[in-house]
DNA sequence: TTCGTCATGTAATGGGTTACATGATTAC
DNA sequence: GTAATCATGTAACCCATTACATGACGAA
């Protein structure tokens, strides 16, 4: 799956772990990690959070901020049940998982992530890199004539990015195989061993 | 203004400029010029021709493959207006060409582009890039403490994207000023029929 | 004969953005 | 006092993907 939806809520479950937060506060939060800009609107992160109340993944903690504020301030908290739900997304390498924005979601989370399906995933993405490199090498060798200089110079910059991810990817892969022994590199908390 | 639909409305007419095409060929021409992945559906593509028949940018040229085809197979030309329509388009340096996708599309048909514009239109994304890149700085600045290897690494891997690309820009930017008398660098050299 | 590609289209569905509605708090 | 930011939410709209329906043609 890892549809649009699926993402959002993860992510939010995600920062969530990491303490209680209300709306805006988890917008701001997403934002910092998803990169600064390309924020997502109210009208995804409340629904989103209603979604996650329904499935019983998050509670509201109440007005934690004190009686002054006479409007709410809703803060959500983790459920043990979401605590759950997002290990286990954390740790289960579907082949959705080296998909653009599901990987990118997914390295965010990558220190509640077990060592082995980190690299799997890391590994996973390089291969979707590599056959999309072939793709876009192939496709400039079949259409070269035909295309103008900066249609060319397009591709050319679009090639050399897939080559610095891979690269990028390597350089990742061989970091997580130096340092095997540890389940978890950033242990903050959980200290599972499952599997 | 440039929203999905008018990018994919303007594509369709850049293409089409080159010579008329019936659906599917246009979106495998689409595909190769926006990249060989993400191809568009025909859920987008035959509503969208729909629609620039209905402005009169484009009309049915009935069969042109011979009488041995049952099944219909619809070609669409440029008109007048089309042709126009497009090239007024790929002239007009709005705010928005900056954007992401924006961009893209604008550069894939930068030859039908005067120099001027492009050049304007080539600073003004360094400059988006610039911005961009200026946020995410200090955003990892705010943040570093807080961010775990991997988020740092992902967010160190986009500054480095963003670099690569300003410094493609400033390189495609020199070129354009080093030939600046050329009003279009590829000037119709088309070696169509057309009509 | 069956599979892959060519070829055109529609309807349902999903889900994100935008605009709207409301109001508190802080800084100048 | 007023502008900016904090803060929560809803509803309409946009539009892209997906699934479906149909059918021809060439090759294995």
Redesign the pocket.
Known sequence: MA???DL?DFASLGVLSEGPL????LRKALAEILGPFRA?????L?????RLQAHGWIEQLGAVDGP????????YALTGDGKDVFVEWANQPGSDAWDDESFATRLAFFSRTEASVRLRILEGRRSRMEERLALMRESMKRGRDRMDTFLLQMQEHGVEGAEREVSWLNSLILAERNVPKTELSNPPQVKRSRK
Do not use: E, F, M
């Open positions: 549809a649009r939806t959002l209300h709306g805006y506060a997502l609107s109210y009208g995804s409340y629904p989103c959070l209603r002054t504020t006479k409007r709410a301030r809703v803060v």
